[in-house]
């Protein structure tokens, strides 16, 4: 299996804007979908991004996930920055389209 | 509406074996393509996938835990359920169920998710 290596935080002001890397260990990034999942304490995991660069209905288009194949790696770019988006941010993947293996999150603080 | 809620003890004893229901509402795990997945999350570590199960009763568990996992449905409730077995104290986390579903690209996504229940194991 593959490993899926995230920064352990970032941090940034209001407003701005911040991009958070998920680098694949071996194999091809874009050989199975990545997908970004935010967590905030005491409320349910929210998907943000799906399938590399989709959203869900009702996720703001501040949001958006890319490939970059020359660094094997994925990245979520959170434009616009709120208050709100202090969370915890995790990449995922999977073997096979079975076997899911996620990153070990980044938290994002908002100054 | 989709929604998904776990169940099951705050604590647990080592050796003992964990059992946590997904109770959801809002499709149906005969649905050609669906699944409910395991995940959870050690306090202030990573998510961990824990277990699979599909709408035609296929079944997949992660390598590391296979031994100690088993996952089972029943369609008429609605519920998912996950046993542990034997427990230690590493299998403190907070337990999630989440709708594993095929996006248009064929590849699967959790769409889906409960809110997570805190299980501690402690004696």
């Known amino acids: 299996n593959f490993m899926l290596t995230q920064p352990h935080s970032v941090s940034e002001s209001p407003g701005r804007t911040v991009s958070i890397s998920c680098t694949r260990s071996s194999g091809d990034i874009a050989g199975n979908s990545v997908q970004w999942y935010q967590l905030r304490p005491g409320r349910a995991p929210t998907t943000i991004i799906f399938d590399d660069n989709q959203r869900p209905s009702g996720v703001p288009d501040r949001f958006s996930g890319s490939l970059d194949t020359s660094s094997n790696s994925a990245s979520l770019t959170i434009s616009g920055l709120m208050a709100e988006d202090e969370a915890d941010y995790f990449c995922q993947s999977s073997d096979r389209n079975i076997y899911v293996i996620f990153g070990g999150g980044t938290k994002l603080t908002v100054l | 509406q989709v929604t998904l809620r776990e169940a099951g003890p705050a604590l647990v004893k080592p050796t003992q074996t964990l059992t946590l229901t997904c109770s959801f509402s809002?499709?149906?795990?005969?649905?050609?393509?669906?699944?409910v997945t395991w995940i959870r999350r050690p306090p202030g570590k990573a998510l961990e996938w824990l277990a699979r199960?599909?709408?035609?009763?296929?079944?997949y568990y992660n390598s590391s835990l296979k031994t100690r996992l088993a996952v089972s449905k029943d369609t008429s409730k609605n519920q998912v359920v996950l046993s542990l077995t034997n427990v230690d104290p590493g299998d403190t986390a907070t337990y999630f169920c989440?709708?594993?579903?095929?996006?248009?690209?064929?590849?699967?996504?959790?769409?889906?998710w409960g809110p997570g229940t805190l299980v501690t194991v402690s004696s």
């Open positions: 989440a709708r594993l579903r095929r996006g248009p690209t064929g590849y699967n996504y959790f769409d889906f």
């Open positions: 809002g499709f149906s795990l005969l649905t050609n393509g669906l699944s």
């Open positions: 199960i599909d709408w035609d009763d296929d079944k």
